[in-house]
Every structure is written in structure tokens, then in C-alpha cells.
């Protein structure tokens, strides 16, 4: 009999939201502080018919796995060139809570969608919609799971200081959420600043990849190392190559068969053996193909946005009594 470990989906979601792009090509707002995105040497619309098979098969593929995936289609206008990175501008939280937040550059704030929010309201039991976007009129920004990575267990809220993570939203997120702020200064191998804090790190149920020496400060290097074996986990160091290959940018789910971490192949093949090993002590790796994606500076993380909330009973499987 085949093991299936406990489905907690406190930190690996069964369910996710996908974005299809249909216009897709590096955002040129977002290249000034972005090391990882990379400038393409294609036609917009053969990189966006190559972004979007890359996405159509991802999604395949998690289904195959047993995720529920919400796939809406982008506008289809280069208004919203990284409209496939949807966890910059909303998450979901146990309780019924949504968070809205504030995008750096302009032309992302036209990613946010309100029939996104219908499905969370007509699909999940959702109390409360948190929209700090309006924050924006002040300069002020908070790209969503990708500023922040969040331990939903121990309720940490781990981000790179950047213009991407305003420690004035930061605080305001933390406060309403019951989210402790653990903020650190993190460069990569050739000194730049890294831009999100999810592609530095993955925090999953019984492990964390983290780029450790990437983080300035020991002190603070110290503190999240601590922090996340303090959880029960095993941190599995990575090194700047390997967070160069997008292995940090990953994200833990729940598929039929127990927990699987969803990565891109390039991230996988820079994973070691033992990290490897390690890490399928707990959970399955599941490689995704989206090199076109990953041009624009994001890779598998970046293009799912977790469901934390609780699933309304369809009618047949309403048993309450009338």
C-alpha cells in the first residue's frame, strides 16, 4: 500500500489560481531591478505562443497531479505583459480573508481582476476582501507572496527589503494578518539586490530552501536559519548559482497522492542529490518546462497564487440539515 502522508494544507494548498498569457514578453517596467529577467531574442508573438503552451502544460501537468486549478485568460493586450505572475497581486489566507496589494510598476497594477475575487467568493468561504492597492498614490508597494514568503505555521512573513516591500505596508499586512515581520538586506553573487524575496526562498511544510549567504547581515542570516528550525524543519541551504536557476523560486501543494513541490526543470536539474533527497522525504518533485516564462524574471512560484481558504460544499455534499 502506497504511504499518503496527512493532508495539511496549512502551508501546501490543494487548490491554485493560473493566469493564461496571452501577450506575454518581458516587462520593461520591471527590467531596471529585476537581475533575472532577461532580455529576449524573439518576436513578441512567438515568445507569447511559447509562454503560453509553456503555462498550458504546467497546468496540465498539476492537474494530473490532483490540484484544482482556477485558470482564467489574461486580456490579451500588451497592457499586462506579466499578467502569468498573478501572487504579486492577491493571496489567500485561512479564515476567509484575501489580501489586494499595491504593484511597483504601473503597468502591473492592471493585472488585478475582480472576477478572480467572484470565483474566490462564489467557490471558497471568503469573510473579507483587504485591498491596501490605493496605497500606490503614495509610492508605496507590496507585491504580494512574491515580496513576502509566508510560514502559514509559525506565522512569519520572511521579505528582502526592496522597492518592491515597503516596510510601511509590510507592518500594515502583518498587523491585520497575524503575520510577524522578519525583514532582512539579500544581494546576489554579483552584488545586486535581489528584487523578491521568492526567489531567494521556499518555505515548505517539513523543509525551506533558502540562499542563506545571499542574506548581508549574519545576524539575520542567523535569525531566519533559527526561525525556520525552530518550525521543526530542515533548511536546506542553496547556493547563489542554484538561486540563479530559480531552485528557491518553488512552491509546495497537495495533489491526490500527498505533497508535491512544483519547480521548473531548470530549477530542479541545480538541485543536488542530497538537497534532493531531502527534500523527498516529504514531498514529490514535480518539474514544470517554462524557460520562455522565466525570461521575464519569475519562474513556477511566481505564476501559481495558492487558495489558503476553506471550499464551499458543492449540494451533494451538503449534508446539513435544512
Not at 489560481?17 to 506575454?24: D, E, G, K, N, T
Not at 517554462?290 to 497564487?305: D, K, N
Request: glycine fraction near 6%; include cysteine; hydrophobic fraction near 40%.
Amino acid at each position: 500500500m502506497t504511504y499518503l502522508p496527512p493532508r495539511n494544507l496549512l502551508q501546501a494548498p490543494d487548490a491554485v489560481v493560473m493566469i493564461r498569457p496571452h501577450a506575454f514578453v518581458p516587462n520593461p517596467e520591471t527590467r531596471a531591478d529585476n537581475a533575472f529577467q532577461k532580455d529576449a531574442n524573439a518576436e513578441t508573438a512567438a515568445l507569447s505562443k511559447a509562454a503560453l503552451a509553456e503555462h498550458d502544460a504546467a497546468v496540465a501537468r498539476l492537474r494530473a497531479e490532483g490540484v484544482t486549478v482556477h485558470v482564467f485568460d489574461d486580456h490579451g493586450q500588451n497592457e499586462t505583459p506579466d499578467s502569468v505572475f498573478p501572487n504579486n497581486w492577491f493571496s489567500t489566507h485561512s479564515g476567509g480573508q484575501v489580501a489586494v496589494y499595491p504593484m511597483f510598476a504601473s503597468n502591473r497594477r492592471r493585472e488585478r481582476r475582480p472576477d478572480v475575487t467572484e470565483m474566490l467568493k462564489s467557490r471558497y468561504r471568503l469573510q473579507e476582501v483587504i485591498d491596501m492597492s490605493g496605497l500606490e498614490e503614495d509610492g508605496l508597494a507590496l507585491e504580494g507572496t512574491g515580496a513576502m514568503v509566508l510560514d502559514h505555521v509559525g506565522r512569519i512573513a520572511y521579505t528582502v527589503r526592496s522597492n518592491r516591500a515597503d516596510p510601511i505596508v509590510l507592518e500594515r499586512f502583518c498587523t491585520h494578518f497575524a503575520y510577524e515581520p522578519i525583514a532582512f538586506d539579500a544581494v546576489d553573487a554579483e552584488g545586486r539586490a535581489v528584487y523578491h524575496t521568492n526567489v531567494l526562498m521556499c518555505v515548505a511544510t517539513d523543509y525551506a530552501l533558502v540562499g542563506l549567504d545571499m542574506i548581508t547581515n549574519p545576524e539575520r542570516r542567523e535569525t531566519v536559519a533559527q526561525r525556520l528550525a525552530e518550525a521543526g524543519r530542515t533548511v536546506i541551504p542553496l547556493m547563489a548559482a542554484q538561486i540563479g536557476e530559480f531552485a528557491g523560486n518553488a512552491i509546495e501543494l497537495t495533489g491526490a497522492q500527498g505533497r508535491i513541490l512544483a519547480l521548473s526543470t531548470r530549477a530542479a536539474a541545480a538541485l543536488d542529490a542530497a538537497q534532493r533527497a531531502e527534500i523527498e522525504r516529504s514531498a514529490r518533485l514535480v518539474p514544470l518546462d517554462v524557460p520562455t516564462i522565466e525570461l521575464a524574471g519569475g519562474s513556477v512560484r511566481c505564476m501559481i497564487a495558492g487558495i489558503h481558504l476553506s471550499a464551499r460544499p458543492t449540494p451533494h455534499q451538503d449534508k446539513t440539515p435544512k
